[in-house]
């Protein structure tokens, strides 16, 4: 071990942390001799069994053919085996032996890089009739860890472009599609050889669909201090602008790398005090006890149920951690932060020293700021407000709009490719902000959680504009330009037709329409429509194709490389003409001889002739418009439109419609609010009733009316003002990807067994790992996550072990022998777990709008199936509720023995599958 805090006062144990903390920071002592013997290594021989079919985004749901036949682990390697797969000659699908493309060692690291691929798939043929569909495709690998020397080690597992392996027989789903390594899980191995079995998984958007189709991993292992430790190098913080820091609030991502608990006592910047004396310690160790601790993470909690006071990592756990931050007086080129924390049940001390070098730069240049994200974590935007030479005669207008560039997959705003594109034209009358959406993939693709970072993002500026002293134009945050590239062309899509009422004008490059339509999802595995439907329309909000309607009246400038073999241009020109369909309009510029990227693709002079017309128009907003159309997928993801807000549909599995052309008729929706300074009459005609706008106020208060369908009759007010658990509104609708919509960390809460507590620390890396979310991970279910924290909560339990539902009638009930699920007609279904495993995950209700995500199991592997679902990559299709079979193992979609939603009473609905 590196470090043994052994000690018997508090005053001994401080002095020995001290010390020790300058060692650690640098090195990792592994158990073992290493000048002769690396103490780690992967084999450079792996065992792969396929190609096998898979659908696009179709992992999540399980869909191994060789679950089958008791699943990849059960085979041992076998050159003459043959297995039925529908994609190689013959359908035969064999074992061979394939070296690795590199492995290699260091005295604290190993790795090993694979490269499968298959000639004895004729993948043009199948990409003739199947499209890109046909290039993905699902294989194992079979390999070994090796600890050489005599001692256990602690190491951590990154596993690029990996969803999910086995490691000595212990599951992990989740892994590191996209290459971020953010939240590897912690392994505690013992000396000697270590099977882990690799699922491969082909996907076209992350791999690329014109070249050879290989399957393209890394595995790397790491020796770790065993105790608390740096996940991601430096502190995330916003740069200095003209000698002022942009914004005050900064993070760090902490791992424990441990086997015990941990908990931050404190975070001291060692410019203000240094060196900490020991008196200080112990008094700032009181503070804590207070829960004063200056963290912004810790600032919304009340109590936790072990009584630490401050933030605890769970072992292995890995969690964002806010502080404020703030510059010392005297000119320095760095910050350095000072982490103290402690043990949980042995409660001893040490330190973690934390120090990142500044970023110095002008504020009229693009630089970074941070801002929490709903979720309560740090996240940040590249922002250039207008230039000072910049002539704006904003005319009767004092304040400027927000131009959005949204960026492409795999790009990080800070880099420069993003943050200085519009380098170009820096005399915008404008405020230019390139946000994130948390994640080089934009969160969700800038959907739930990455749309929520856009609009933190925005809303920041007003805050900066204090902090930093601003006395150029304001801004005006509720008029928007959005332009993005890519993934951002996309994002753009997305917000054109969610907030339409914030748009001043749009302009989507090089984007695609919607998932589906990137890369098809032909070649799932059979599946009955109805559960299909099911799947598609939990992706109704984010397929664009479907929903130009709402983009009527914004104007709109799209541009797409005509030779562009990344994104094919058939998705902006089919954008272009459902706009013309459904009565709306673009300017359609395709670059002749370009592809997906180019160095002036955000700058093109169509594009920059754009942006000056635009940021200089002085449209009123919202608009008001004669005639319109709003389609809806999700309301819980959706804006007004020409003054209108859709609240709540009848049936979420299926669209929504509004038309107004003088009166109202709508399809599929029960509740609309109007703002009145907008919707300027006394009285509507909807679908043939009259009703008042004067009767009743909006749930926004003064100046909004809402009205709902009660009987089949339009009324003034509210479906759900009786009470708050009974009626699904606001955050709480959508697919279960709602349960996104967080308020503060993820509260996941489990049984306390090591079952229940893998599943919790799966859950917590993957929404770390894909969303850098922050979770607080509780070992207990007897809270009903009142009093924990505010964010939505994640339980996980088996069996008859799930505390009951707030909601008094809840329609799915897991007990000791199955789950009963209440159809849409009443009819009472029993799913039987007698001989076999059952998984289930739905939404239910919390107070104030809050959800839950349950995650359950009849057993450890029903509970397994259950979790894979868990929101993660998008274009999975998870649903408010699913009853998994084991049979989903190898079916996916078909082996859900019910799916569907939820309406706005809880009750399930008729579009749902319950067989
Ligand atoms: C490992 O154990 C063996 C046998 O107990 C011993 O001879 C050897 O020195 C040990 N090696 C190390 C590096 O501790
Ligand atoms: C072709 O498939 C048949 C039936 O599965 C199998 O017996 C045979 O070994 C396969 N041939 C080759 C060359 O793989
Ligand atoms: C393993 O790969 C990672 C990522 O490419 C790299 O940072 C690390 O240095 C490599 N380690 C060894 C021992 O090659
Ligand atoms: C493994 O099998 C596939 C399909 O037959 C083939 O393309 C590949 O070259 C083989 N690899 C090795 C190392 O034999
Ligand atoms: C921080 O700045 C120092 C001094 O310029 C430099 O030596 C060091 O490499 C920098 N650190 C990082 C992480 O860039
Ligand atoms: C839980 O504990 C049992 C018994 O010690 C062990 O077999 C199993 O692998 C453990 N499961 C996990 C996920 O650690
Ligand atoms: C939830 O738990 C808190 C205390 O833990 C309690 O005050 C509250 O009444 C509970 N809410 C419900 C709806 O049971």
Redesign the pocket.
């Known amino acids: 071990m590196a470090i043994g805090l052994l000690c018997a006062s508090l005053v001994l144990c401080l002095l020995v942390c001290f010390c020790d903390a300058a060692q650690r920071e640098r090195v990792i002592v592994p158990?073992?001799?290493r000048r002769d013997n690396p103490p780690l290594s992967l084999s450079s021989s792996w065992q792969v069994l396929g190609p096998f079919q898979i659908g696009t985004r179709e992992s999540t749901w399980g869909a191994d053919p060789l679950e089958y036949i008791g699943g990849f682990r059960k085979l041992q390697y076998d050159p003459d085996a043959r297995f039925r797969s529908s994609l190689p000659t013959n359908g035969t699908a064999k074992w061979n032996i394939t070296e690795a493309t590199q492995v290699s060692t260091s005295p604290t690291s190993a790795n090993a890089s694979l490269s499968i691929s298959y000639s004895n798939v004729d993948w043009d043929f199948l990409k003739v009739v199947y499209g890109w569909a046909a290039v993905q495709y699902q294989a194992w690998a079979r390999g070994e860890l090796t600890v050489h020397?005599?001692?256990t080690q602690h190491v951590i597992l990154y596993t690029d472009a990996i969803l999910e392996y086995w490691v000595d027989g212990i599951h992990y789903f989740g892994g590191d599609f996209y290459t971020y390594r953010k939240a590897p899980p912690v392994l505690y191995v013992s000396p000697g050889r270590h099977n882990i079995d690799v699922r491969l998984v082909r996907d076209v958007r992350a791999f690329g669909g014109i070249l050879v189709p290989t399957i393209d991993v890394l595995l790397h292992v790491q020796l770790t201090s065993g105790i608390l430790e740096l996940a991601k190098p430096g502190i995330l913080m916003s740069d200095v602008v003209d000698g002022r820091l942009a914004s005050s609030v900064g993070s760090v991502v902490l791992r424990n790398g441990g086997e015990v608990d941990i908990e931050i006592v404190d975070i001291q910047s060692s410019h203000v005090r240094p060196p900490i004396s020991l008196q200080e310690l112990e008094s700032q160790m009181v503070l804590a006890q207070d829960s004063r601790v200056l963290t912004a993470g810790q600032a919304k909690r009340t109590s936790t149920p072990n009584n630490a006071s401050g933030i605890v990592l769970v072992a292995g756990q890995t969690r964002p951690v806010a502080f404020d931050i703030s510059l010392p007086t005297y000119n320095v080129s760095s910050v350095k932060y000072v982490i103290t924390y402690r043990t949980v049940e042995s409660n001893q001390l040490g330190t973690l020293k934390i120090s990142q070098n500044l970023t110095r730069t002008s504020v009229y240049t693009s630089h970074k700021i941070t801002y929490l994200h709903p979720g309560g974590m740090v996240s940040y935007a590249m922002l250039r407000p207008p230039a000072k030479n910049a002539s704006c005669t904003p005319g009767q207008r004092a304040s400027l709009p927000v131009l959005l560039q949204l960026h492409g997959a795999g790009l990080e705003a800070d880099n420069g490719m993003v943050a200085h594109a519009l380098d170009p034209v820096p005399d915008l009358c404008a405020w230019v902000i390139f946000p994130t959406g948390v994640t080089p993939w934009s969160g969700d693709d800038w959907h739930n959680w990455g749309f929520a970072d856009v609009e933190a993002a925005v809303n920041s500026i007003p805050s900066w504009i204090k902090y930093v002293g601003w006395t150029g134009p304001d801004v005006d945050i509720n008029r928007w330009i959005v332009s993005g590239h890519s993934n951002g062309g996309q994002g753009t899509w997305y917000a054109l037709t969610h907030r339409p009422d914030k748009i001043l004008a749009a302009a989507p490059a090089s984007g695609y329409a919607s998932i589906q339509k990137y890369v098809p999802y032909e070649l799932w595995q059979s599946a009955d429509p109805r559960r299909t439907a099911v799947i598609s329309a939990s992706l109704n909000s984010y397929r664009h194709e479907m929903l130009m309607s709402n983009a009527g009246g914004i104007p709109i400038q799209q541009q797409h490389g005509q030779l562009d073999d990344n994104v094919p241009a058939y998705n902006s020109r089919l954008l272009a003409q459902q706009l013309f369909l459904s009565g709306a309009n673009s300017s359609y510029n395709e670059v002749p001889g370009q592809n997906h990227w180019w160095e002036t693709v955000m700058t093109t002079p169509q594009l920059v002739s754009f942006y000056y017309t635009q940021t200089k128009g002085d449209e009123i907003l919202p608009r008001s418009l004669d005639e319109f159309e709003i389609v809806i997928g999700d309301p819980g993801d959706m804006g007004s439109k020409g003054g209108i807000k859709v609240l709540l549909l009848e049936d979420p599995g299926q669209y929504g419609r509004v038309h107004v052309d003088g009166h109202i008729t709508t399809s599929n929706v029960l509740s609309l609010e109007f703002e009145l300074t907008v919707f300027k009459s006394q009285a509507v005609t909807i679908d043939n009733d009259i009703v008042g706008l004067g009767e009743a106020s909006g749930k926004r208060g003064a100046g909004t009316v809402t009205i709902s369908r009660q009987n089949g009759v339009w009324r003034p007010g509210l479906l759900d003002e009786s009470n708050s658990i009974l009626y699904r509104r606001g955050r709480q609708l959508g697919s279960n990807t709602a349960i996104l919509r967080t308020q503060g960390a993820f509260i996941i809460r489990h049984q306390g067994l090591n079952t229940t507590s893998h599943i919790a620390l799966q859950v917590s890396r993957n929404l770390h790992q894909y969303f850098q979310a922050d979770t607080e991970v509780i070992p207990s279910i007897s809270q009903n996550g009142t009093g924990i924290g505010t964010g939505n909560v994640i339980t996980i339990a088996l069996s008859n072990h799930l505390p009951s539902s707030l909601h008094p009638d809840f329609p799915i009930q897991p007990n000791s022998s199955g789950v009963v699920v209440r159809d849409s007609r009443g009819r009472q279904r029993q799913y039987s777990s007698d001989d076999t495993s059952l998984g289930a995950t739905f939404l239910q209700p919390l107070e104030e709008e809050r959800l839950e995500l349950v995650l359950w199991g009849s057993d450890a592997e029903g509970l397994a199936q259950a979790a894979r679902l868990v929101p993660m990559l998008t274009g999975v299709g998870q649903p408010d509720f699913v009853v998994l079979g084991e049979s989903a193992k190898w079916k996916g979609v078909d082996g859900a023995l019910a799916m569907g939603f939820f309406d706005h009473k809880w009750e399930i609905t008729p579009s749902s599958v319950v067989s």
Do not use: R
């Open positions: 158990a073992v001799d020397g005599n001692g």
